[in-house]
């Protein structure tokens, strides 16, 4: 099976067009998966290409405001456009995709099928959830967003937002390469590298994170959960405690859980290997 990278364009909300990478045989069962905030499409590279290997046709997307996918003319990154942005690019295939989603990614697409429950076709055919639920630890959350806040001017150099990075991620192995570190800056006009993703994305964030977490809708969706559905946590996580993943569990008994030990919230990027062969066991299953 050919693993080269398709290049894919999904139009959504606001006439936004969101780029995405696709992976595997067209023709096989898809596999949707969708960053966490402040990420890109290329933190799934590895287990995009593991899910091809697998008989998947993997296609990972860039979230509005995030890596080469529109921005926002409006600032509008509110949980019901992330929501409606997963719907519309879902509704794309013919036969329902699996979602997997990290974090801002899980949420939007716990809560987009939660908004097609009872449509027909199904929105979805199974629901990986990475790190996220329906409870969040509040100072994760805001750990998260301190560090997304914290170099609004960026880096002088590569090797300087490496060093950023592992002092945020000191469990994590520092990479010999920066390639992925790069997928992931731009270098702008002033020569410093920033962030790909829109700074409106993150404004406003610590005054309410309502805009993208909404607990009583997250129960709703839980709640109506009757798809097959996995659980991956980071063992090391701070933003989703083992309560916050027992609460889930108790919300949708039928879910499957995977503890990735030696992971914290960026569970993917910390211990990929472990995380990839959670996944397929789990899409071996259906």
């Known amino acids: 099976?050919?693993?080269?990278?398709?290049?894919?364009s999904f139009e959504v909300d606001e006439g936004l067009r969101l780029t995405a990478d696709a992976v595997g045989d067209p023709g096989a069962a898809p596999v949707l998966l969708f960053h966490g905030g402040g990420q890109t499409r290329h933190s799934w590279r590895e287990t995009a290409a593991a899910?091809?290997?697998?008989?998947?046709?993997?296609?990972?997307?860039?979230?509005?405001?995030?890596?080469?996918?529109?921005?926002?003319?409006?600032?509008?990154?509110?949980?019901?456009?992330?929501?409606?942005?997963?719907?519309?690019?879902?509704?794309?295939?013919?036969?329902?995709p699996v979602l997997v989603g990290a974090s801002l990614g899980g949420i939007a697409s716990l809560l987009a099928?939660?908004?097609?429950?009872?449509?027909?076709?199904?929105?979805?055919?199974?629901?990986?959830?990475?790190?996220?639920?329906?409870?969040?630890?509040?100072?994760g959350a805001e750990r998260?967003?301190?560090?997304?806040?914290?170099?609004?001017?960026?880096?002088?150099?590569?090797?300087?937002?490496?060093?950023?990075?592992?002092?945020?991620?000191?469990?994590?192995?520092?990479?010999?390469?920066?390639?992925?570190?790069a997928r992931n800056l731009r270098q702008h006009d002033d020569g410093r590298y920033r962030w790909h993703w829109d700074p409106a994305f993150i404004e406003g964030r610590f005054e309410t994170t309502e805009r993208i977490h909404d607990p009583q809708l997250l129960d709703r969706a839980a709640a109506a959960l009757t798809l097959p559905t996995l659980l991956v946590r980071g063992k090391l996580s701070d933003l989703l405690s083992q309560?916050?993943?027992?609460?889930?569990?108790?919300q949708?008994?039928?879910?499957?859980?995977?503890?990735?030990?030696?992971?914290?919230?960026?569970?993917?990027?910390d211990q990929n290997d472990v995380f990839s062969n959670a996944v397929l066991d789990f899409l071996a299953e259906l």
Not at 113 to 139: H, K
Not at 148 to 157: H, I, L, N, V, W
Not at 243 to 250: I, N, R, T, Y
């Open 243 to 250: 309560e916050g993943a027992d609460a889930f569990l108790a």
């Open 144 to 181: 998260i967003l301190s560090f997304m806040a914290s170099r609004p001017d960026g880096f002088e150099t590569l090797e300087d937002a490496a060093d950023a990075v592992a002092s945020y991620n000191p469990h994590r192995r520092r990479p010999r390469s920066l390639d992925g570190l």
């Open 51 to 96: 899910l091809a290997a697998a008989g998947w046709y993997a296609v990972s997307v860039d979230q509005r405001g995030h890596g080469d996918s529109d921005w926002s003319s409006t600032g509008d990154y509110t949980h019901t456009r992330f929501t409606n942005d997963v719907v519309r690019v879902a509704r794309h295939f013919d036969t329902p």
């Open 113 to 139: 099928i939660g908004a097609c429950q009872g449509t027909s076709p199904p929105l979805a055919r199974a629901l990986v959830l990475v790190d996220i639920a329906t409870r969040m630890e509040p100072d």
């Open 252 to 269: 949708v008994p039928h879910a499957k859980f995977a503890d990735v030990t030696g992971a914290g919230h960026m569970v993917a990027g």
């Open 1 to 8: 099976m050919s693993e080269e990278r398709e290049s894919l």
